[in-house]
């Protein structure tokens, strides 16, 4: 069960994370700030949260072998991971937040070479050198308190995915001209409206 929790830690502290990644990037290639966040409510990047994880499970039992042997597993997995990732988000939202079609070799615009090879080197960043420094920050934590802290923001981030899934479906209907019909969705038009979504999602909103 311990493993269970630490993985929900990891999962929420590399989707916070990669979230913050994603802002300095875009204000480095960009000059502006974009919310790459993927619920409409705090800073929560799912697509290296879920990397996070896959990581860990992928390369544990590898975390003392040589850099070019973690480099090639996380090289390949990053990249099956990422695709599976933009498939999945494009039947489910009828979108992706990332294209990387005008890229040096790219599969599908899902995947390309130079994003592969961040992979490999995320991969022997984070098992050699960013997880164990977690593990040691988590195994501090007072055992209880470790079990109702990660639960208290799972259940967090469960309610706020629903309510991202809300808001997107009645984004969809506003933008096809269809009104609110109670009070819930007035304010859905009103707070997580298309113009938010559209940043949020990098402007691949549609």
């Known amino acids: 069960m311990k493993k269970i929790y630490e993985l929900l830690y990891i999962f929420i502290i590399t989707s916070i994370c990669g979230y913050f990644i994603e802002l300095v990037w875009s204000f480095i290639t960009k000059g502006i700030f ?12 799912f697509a ?24 090639l597993l996380s090289f ?4 099956i991971l990422e695709y599976i990732m933009s498939f999945g988000m494009e039947i489910v939202l009828g979108f992706t937040a990332w294209d990387y079609s005008n890229n040096f070799l790219n599969i599908n615009g899902r995947i ?9 080197f995320l991969g022997i960043f984070w098992i050699k050198i960013l997880y164990p420094q977690i ?10 308190a ?35 019909n109670n009070s819930y969705e ?11 979504l559209k940043n949020m999602f990098n402007n691949n909103w549609k």
């Not at 790459?36 to 800073?43: D, E, F, K, L, N």
């Not at 390309?112 to 490999?120: K, P, T």
């Not at 038009?189 to 113009?195: L, V």
């Open 34 to 45: 974009i919310n790459h966040s993927a619920v409409v409510i705090g800073p929560f990047n």
């Open 48 to 71: 290296y949260g879920i990397c996070g994880v896959a990581l860990t499970l992928l390369l544990y039992k590898f975390k003392d072998e040589s850099y070019s042997k973690i480099f």
């Open 76 to 79: 390949i997995g990053g990249s």
């Open 112 to 120: 390309c070479l130079l994003f592969s090879i961040f992979w490999g």
């Open 135 to 144: 593990g040691k920050i988590l195994n501090k934590f007072n055992p209880q």
């Open 146 to 180: 470790y079990k109702i802290i990660i639960i208290c923001l799972t259940v967090f981030l469960l309610l706020d995915i629903l309510l991202t899934i809300s808001s997107v479906n009645r984004a969809h209907k506003a933008d096809n001209g269809i009104p609110p």
């Open 186 to 196: 007035k304010f859905l038009d009103n707070t997580f409206n298309s113009k938010y």
